[in-house]
C-alpha cells in the first residue's frame, strides 16, 4: 500500500518529498494550473461552497471524501492505485515480461504523445462546460457539473505528473502546453475534434458525459493494460473517478427522457416545447450528434499507431486480460466496414491492424446500454417512439465513411439528400434555440427544472433537496 501524504501542498502517494526536484517542478506548475482553473474553469459559483468529493487515497473505501468545498481550494492530488504484485506484460511482442517502471528509451516519443492526448482531453471538457453552471437545472445538477470538472482537473494533474516524473524538460514543456491549449481556441486549440465544439446547453452536456466522456473511458481502460506501470496505475485510479461521470451522462438524459415521456401523456401529444420539454425528435437528432463526433475519436478504422502501441505493449485492448486470444494479433484476421461510392462492404485485415475498429466497437455496445434502459422508459410510460444509435457511418469526419454521406439507418445518399435530410437528422439551429431557452437556472434547493425529471436519490446518501451548492 502506497503511503498518502494528504497535508502536502500536492496531496499525493507518490512520495513526492523523496523527489524534490519533481516536487519543485510540479510545485511550480500549480500556480499556473490555479490560474487556468480561474480563467477557464467554471465561469460563476468560484466562491461558493460545493458538497464535493475529493480524493484523499486508493484504498477501497478511502479514496472518496465528502464535504464542502470552494472549487480554487480543491484538494487536486497526484494518485497511483496500488501496484500489482509480480504484474507481467499481458499482450504484444513482450508479453510475459515484467512490466516498467521507467520508460524504455526506444518507446519514449510513443509514450509521451500517448500522455498528451489523454491528458489534452481533461482540461478541454472544463472550457467546453465553463458557462453551464450559470442555467443548472437543479443545485444537484450543478453540484455534479462541477464534480466532473474537478476530476477532470485531477485527470490533467494525473498526466502532467507522468509526464513530469518520467520525460524531464520535455515533459515539464508539454504540461505548459496543456494549458495554453483551449477548447475552440483559433490558433491553438484542443489536439482532438469533439473537444473543440462547444457544450452550450445542459442537453449538450448529459450527451457529452454519456458519449464522449466514454469514449475517455475505453481509452483509461486500454491504457490502464500499459506495461509502463505507473500509467496503468493511473488509469486505473482515474477510471473510478470517470465512472461518476458516465453516470451523471446517463442518468442525465434518463431524466430528460422521463420528463419528455410525463408530458407527453400529460398532454397526450408528441410536441411537448408548448410545455415546457424537450422533444423526442430533438432528443434524437442529440443522441445523432454526440454519438457521431465521439466515434470519431477512436481513429480510423486501421491504424498503423494503434498497431505500433500494441505491439509495444504501450497500450492494449479493453479488458486484455479477458480475452481469448494470443495477445499478439498478428495472425488473427477480422472485417473492418470500407465505404466507397458504391455501398459498405467490409475488408478482411490482421486484429492488430484493426485495433481502432475493435476499441469502437466495444464502446457502441456500452452506449447500447444507456440506450436500451432509455427505451424501456418510453416503453413503460406506453410510447413507442424508439431512440435508436445512428450507423456508425452517420456523419463522421474521420475513417471511412468520411468522404461520403448516410443516412442515419446506413443507407449512402447523394449531396441533395443529405442536405435535405440533415434538418432532420442533426440539431439544428432551430432546435438548440429551442433547448437553450428552457435553460433556465434553478438554484433553490430541492427544485427542478421543467424539462428534466429529479434523480431517483442524491448523492453520497443525502436528499435529493440536499444544498449541494450553497448560493
Ligand atoms: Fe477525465
Ligand atoms: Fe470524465
Known sequence: MSLVDID????????????????????????????WWEELGPAAFQGNSVYLRTAVGVGQEGWANFGYVSMPEYRWGVFLADPEPAR?????????????????????ADLRRLLVVQGDTEPASVEQQRQLGLTAPSLYDMRNLFQVNVEEGRHLWAMVYLLQRYFGRDGRDEADAML???????????????????????LSFFMFTYFTDRDGKYQLASLRESAFDPLSR????????????????????????????????EHDTDDVHPYGGINLDVLQKYVN?????SLDLFGAETSTNAANYFAAGLKGRFQE???????????????VPECTAEGITTRRV????????????????????GVDRWNRTLADAGIDTVIRLPHVGFHRQVGTFRDHHLSPDGRLVADDEW??????????????????????????PGKMAGWVAPPSRGIHQKPVDYEYVRI
Open 289 to 293: 450528434f454526440h454519438f457521431s463526433v
Open 419 to 444: 442536405l435535405d435530410g440533415a434538418g432532420r437528422w442533426l440539431p439544428t439551429d432551430a432546435d438548440r434555440d429551442h433547448v437553450r431557452s428552457l435553460m433556465q437556472p434553478v438554484t433553490e
Open 8 to 35: 502536502a501542498k500536492i496531496p499525493n502517494n507518490v512520495d513526492l518529498a523523496g523527489d524534490r526536484r519533481l516536487q519543485r517542478a510540479l510545485e511550480q506548475w500549480q500556480p499556473k494550473f490555479i490560474r
Open 321 to 335: 486480460e479477458r480475452r481469448d486470444d494470443d495477445h499478439q494479433l498478428k495472425n488473427d484476421l477480422r472485417d
Open 234 to 265: 493511473t488509469c486505473d485510479f482515474m477510471l473510478k473517478e470517470e465512472a461518476h461521470h458516465m453516470f451523471v451522462g446517463a442518468s442525465g438524459v434518463g431524466r430528460v427522457v422521463q420528463r419528455t415521456a410525463e408530458l407527453m401523456r
Open 350 to 369: 490482421t486484429q492488430l491492424a484493426a485495433l481502432n475498429e475493435t476499441l469502437r466497437e466495444d464502446y457502441v455496445e456500452d452506449c447500447q446500454k
Open 88 to 108: 507481467t506484460i499481458a499482450f504484444g511482442d513482450h508479453k510475459g515480461q515484467d512490466v516498467w517502471q521507467e520508460v524504455p528509451g526506444e518507446y519514449r
Open 180 to 202: 495554453e491549449r483551449h477548447s475552440g481556441d483559433a490558433d491553438n486549440p484542443r489536439i482532438l475534434g469533439a473537444f473543440n465544439e462547444p457544450t452550450p446547453d445542459w
